[in-house]
């Protein structure tokens, strides 16, 4: 089923019209709903945006960037939305894959992967989060990002608040000499919950940087931060299994840091 224009685009997809090729941005208009039925193939020819303002649900769904530049295009982005639900859905190649603006998703289970070529320079993410944002991230798996997930509140005008669990965060040592990488990020004031995930390759395991006027009080607890030796041998000195700085006070517990220096 060719999308060649942004139009109505609620009800229902199913799996006997995929595979769905868009041929155009779309936007879910608020208070409209997509559901998508598991199994589709949703194909993404060209760069262009899935922007969701008011509700898209989808099981076992398969987004492939189908662009002539990989890691050309820019996944979904979710915003105003409390009911969204994404599970079992694999997002391949992208720059950032997620974005969540003012809203609460559930995420579950799903593989976000960058391109090792390109998605890891800067300003490329599995998972961006960013202002009144509050959902809730668990099982997932990114891979290859400059930046696993990101939860930018700098701007300050509210405090995100998600639920991140179970996820692994997985990145390619060997691809990193363009930029310093971060596992999961917290800029500005936030009161995340950051536990029981795995973050693994990245040149900072779990960055917490917060200038702003609100204190950031995030749970960064039970999670496995690790790097290469490799990275710890040819990098002495450099790299952080956790690193705060600013006004900040997080509850820092139980996490087991291997191969950083600090």
Not at 9 to 14: K, L
Not at 98 to 117: E, H, M, Q, R
């Amino acid at each position: 089923t060719d999308v060649d224009e942004d139009a109505n685009i609620e009800g229902d997809w199913t799996y006997a019209n995929s595979p769905y090729n868009l041929n155009t941005s779309i936007t879910i208009q608020e208070n409209d709903t997509l559901n998508i039925e598991a199994g589709s193939y949703i194909i993404i020819n060209g760069n262009i945006d899935i922007s969701v303002n008011g509700t898209i649900n989808g099981d076992s769904l398969i987004f492939v960037n189908n662009t002539s530049r990989e890691g050309e295009w820019g996944g979904i982005t979710i915003s105003n939305s409390e009911n969204s639900v994404l599970e079992n859905c694999f997002f391949f190649d992208t720059s950032t894959a997620l974005t969540v603006n003012g809203a609460s998703p559930t995420i579950k289970n799903c593989i976000f992967t960058g391109n090792p070529d390109t998605a890891l320079r800067r300003g490329a993410y599995g998972l961006k989060i960013m202002e009144n944002a509050n959902p809730i991230i668990e099982n997932n798996i990114f891979e290859d990002f400059e930046s696993g997930i990101l939860i930018d509140n700098r701007l300050g005008t509210s405090i995100s608040s998600p639920i991140i669990t179970n996820n692994s965060i997985l990145c390619d040592i060997t691809n990193l000499s363009r930029t310093t990488s971060n596992g999961i990020s917290i800029s500005g004031s936030s009161t995340a919950t950051i536990e029981d995930n795995v973050i693994d390759g990245y040149d900072n395991g779990i960055v917490i940087v917060n200038d702003s006027g609100t204190l950031a009080t995030p749970t960064v607890m039970n999670n496995s931060v690790v790097t290469t030796p490799q990275y710890s041998r040819e990098h002495s000195g450099t790299g952080n299994g956790i690193l705060i700085d600013g006004y900040v006070s997080a509850d820092i517990i139980d996490n087991d840091i291997e191969e950083y220096p600090f």
